[in-house]
């Protein structure tokens, strides 16, 4: 385990020396810094007004703050390809891998350590996302359970994407293909909530499948375990398809 | 065998598909020794190297170093490797130093020495200048250098480098066989490439591969034996082949051209007496010159007829003579194949 955290460490710290890191996180806190700035004004300018008449409105978390993280998750749909297609596929392609294949190291340390660099990463851009709620607390009072289950359920959400991306990129030695194979991967998941849940030809099976189905109760402030295990799942078979993957190189690459 | 082997690998099997890289391969290593894998392109060297360190395994066989079985315990059997690729697995977005770090972490280094050896291989590889740029920035041979410290780092006992002195200038290439050669007096080296010199200037022994074949294995010292018993004689006037034979020590003639001979020894060839020869017989004499099977002439009369190597060894049951005797008979199919061009 000590291993795989160095790989980690490492990993995490290369992630910074190109700008790719430090673009993905500058461009999408301005872009949700707008939509969040879009929201406010819609909830002064609107919402506020609807509902000062109602006996038990919506609060603003609700209004605000859960909408932010539901278009964070859909813009991560297209942002968690970019950072998971080098993982292996550059590394395939720049024949770095070596170095960690020749290295006394299993497979399974090799990939633990490559998507723990990507969960740090994804717990930091959580973080930096989550600042901005914080900075109603200026004028008004949160619902902090609400605020923490969408910041959980967000994490969890990339999390899983980051190991569907992970996997894809440990198959292909072309990073823009684990690009477009991952963000098609996730996309049909989505695809699959939206059929599931059409008004004439609606299927449980279908949207118990997707991840958003799953992704959605947290931003309400309901915290299932069951949604819970289905992203532990999700993202332990894949990594364990991804570690399945490497053993086989050696025998068949 | 006295001394245990430092690698040892059985009957090693590799194939793609239907293809077949590797095929049979055996190899007895022992402490510092270096070993020139030679062979054109595509012969299986790096896939046979590849094997060595983990990184595929092999179809069938066994590997087994320093007592470890490579494909039983890979994580403790790989503690004994360090391994350069033929494109050195570097991460370009580093510097040298942060690099050898993180080496140093994966190979468990202890924090202790870790300084120590890190400033060791460092001065080595005379990375002192460019330890702290881009490896991105750094030329080729550099590059290449980060590559062999990142083999050496942690003191392998065996050191595989595959062809590692490819696009380095002429400086750069005698300063890595220098360091090649070091590493040979406290490590085992495998050293793969296609210059032939190199092989000369570093190697112990040296085993040619051709198609997943191996078709030379032998050291040098045994190399230099059997071909220095040979002598090559042309006269520009006179010259008699029985004469020669009946020169002392004298085994065999070979009329090889117009009033050129080869003559084959019973012992270390003597050219004084055919010179004496000459002189008593008033021949004129003009090349004498000892007939030294070169590296070259070995790999390339391999290399190139394959079908007399075949033929010969089919023909041939005495195993001693084998090794000579088909590499002279393939000297010879080279020469001619040249002489038809």
Sequence with gaps: ?253 | MSTQALIQVMALNRYYGKYHAVNDFNLTLHKGEVLGLLGPNGAGKSTTMQMLTGNISPSSGDIVINGIDLLEEPLMAKRNIGYLPEQPPIYRDMTPLEFLNYCAALHDIPQNIKAKSLENTIQRCGLGDVQNKLIANLSKGYQQRVGIAQAILHQPELVILDEPTVGLDPIQITQIRELIRELGKDHSVILSTHILPEVQAVCDRVQIINQGKTVFADSFEQLAEQSASSLIVSFSDGGDKDDLAKVEGIEKVESIGANQYRLYFKQQPDPSRIFKLAVEQGWVLSELKTDSQTLEQIFMSLIHSDTLIVDDTDANTETDANTIKYIKKGGDGYNKGVDDE
Aim: glycine share 6%; aromatic share 14%.
């Design chain 1, 1 to 253: 385990m000590n291993k795989a955290f160095t790989i980690a460490r490492s990993e995490f710290k290369r992630l910074f020396n190109s700008p790719l890191a430090w673009s993905v996180l500058a461009i999408l806190q301005f872009i949700l810094a707008l939509l969040f700035l879009m929201f406010i004004e819609e909830y002064i300018g609107v919402v506020q007004a609807l509902t000062a008449t109602m006996d038990n409105p919506p609060g603003v978390t609700k209004i605000i703050v859960s909408p932010l993280y539901l278009w964070a998750g859909i813009i991560m749909l297209a942002v968690i390809p970019i950072m998971t297609m080098r993982v292996f596929a550059e590394e395939r392609m720049n024949k770095t891998l070596t170095l960690l294949l020749s290295s006394p190291i299993s497979s399974a340390q090799i990939v633990m350590g490559k998507f723990f660099a990507l969960v740090l990463f994804i717990l930091l851009l959580v973080l930096m996302i989550t600042c901005m709620p914080l900075a109603l607390t200026l004028g008004t009072n949160l619902d902090w359970g609400m605020v923490f289950t969408s910041a959980l359920g967000l994490f969890l959400l990339l999390s899983s994407f980051a190991a569907a991306g992970l996997y894809l990129s440990s198959l292909s030695s072309q990073p823009i293909i684990a690009a477009v194979s991952s963000f098609g991967l996730l996309l049909f998941l989505v695809v699959l909530y939206l059929s599931g849940s059409s008004q004439n030809n609606s299927s449980e099976v279908f949207i118990y499948l997707s991840h958003f189905s799953h992704f959605l109760p947290f931003l309400d402030g309901f915290f299932d375990t069951s949604d819970l295990l289905y992203y532990l799942l999700f993202i332990v078979g894949f990594l364990v398809l991804t570690i399945r993957k490497l053993d086989n190189d050696r025998l068949l690459g």
